[in-house]
């Protein structure tokens, strides 16, 4: 079995609706898996469950790629929806509470100490903003800004339309107490 | 906090970096999948080792720490090469007692390239053996430390956990009965002998230029469960700026059909150790390694930003 490491030519432009060969395969792993990965690290405790159930993600991926038949757009939602599947058993198996998010510490540097003070009372309200939301507004977050998704692509992984997906995104971005 | 401010926040907190060495992990596990469907993984493996799970859960009644079921560590065998050691591996069933539980040596396996082990303990995830950060040694009889190269575990169904532990040799690897001593450092020593399965090793010398770098083969070592090749990395004049690079690889045994799936481990700057992620019962004949690209990253914090540089740098040799 010949396996092309290369990215395939033209694998995303949007145009095709083939079933994956193994080159399209490792193209398109290319482009997501660090996405992934984000969208993994916000349900995990360390850096290496995050790694190894974007790992896995991805080998359940490769066994199920007969299932995926394009178009080439909608695969994003069809990774992300194996990927979210993995995060919930995975949570599920650990006893874990099968939704919890994790917020980790922020890595930017800042020398002033008003600045500290400023992100911890951000991470902090933060921290609560999201705990005020439901499970699945919180799940779209993180595959929004965790895997860089598009309301389209964050419907096709929660199994909901992209107006009902742009409403929940709306409202959980929302300012306390009002509409942004 | 506005909407704005908001999203900028929650940019910041999705925004986590794969590191290169889990990135290293992660690919490898990947592309050992799609070059080789026999690759078990975690969760498809479940089905299939059910009875195996429901005979330890069965005897783990009983005992202590049961010698649990050759097919139980089939779910964490990610490499097709740690798969073929499994399958070749030999019995060594030595335990020793640990505080709240018991740790036992299962089965082991060594050639050239590697030696992996199989152990299990009845202690939970939490409660390692590694200490306050340590890691597991393993030297010879000759007092030679070998360097830990991977591993995997995963938790049974009765609370204890099930691990593979492999390492590399020391140049040259031993010959015939090997006796080794595994040692954690919050926990017990094992001593064991292994028979070492031999391999084959060539010094290629081949050196291939392309992107401003220099590559150079120096040696390539094949065995049953991994093949390894040494490659030392120099930066010509008209180099791009960056470091930490690292080679996207392809490797061939006999022309197309003899893929390996590959990874990298760097130990030192300039220097690239390229593994596949199987081996050969045979390594004679026509091998092709190609470097398509160098992947490296130019330094920048927070916003690093990835370099590419095309090759291709090809090596091809034959071993008789």
Known sequence: MEVSRAVAAGADDGTSAIPLSEAEFIGRYRRWRDP??????????????????????????????????????AYPGWIFGIARRLAVDAARRQRTAARTQVLWPLAPPMLDPADLVSAGEDARNLAHRLADLSDLQREALALRFGGRLTATQIGAAIGKSEAATQKLLTRALAPEGGVP | MTSEQLEQQLDRVYGATLSATLAEAVDARVFAAVTNPLVISKRSALGRVRWAVLLAVAAAMLVSVAALGFELFTRILFLPGWQVAWQRSVEIGVEEPVDGGAVRLERGYADANQVVIGWSSTLDRAENLSGDGGIETLTDAAGRNYTIADGAGDETVDGGTINILTFTPVDPPPAGDTTYTLSFPAGPAFTFTLPVVGGTTVSPNLEAVAGGFSLTLTEFRAAPSRVIGALTLRTLADAPDGESWSPIVHLEHDGPGGVIGTGIRTHDVGTIEVFGVAGVDDASGHWTLTITELVGHDGGWPDNQQIRVDGPWVFEFDVP
């Open chain 1, 36 to 73: 992934v990965y984000r969208y993994k690290r916000a349900r995990c405790r360390t850096d290496e469950d995050a790694a190894d159930l974007t790992a896995s993600a991805f080998e359940r991926a490769w066994r199920a790629r007969h299932t995926f038949r394009g178009p080439t757009d």
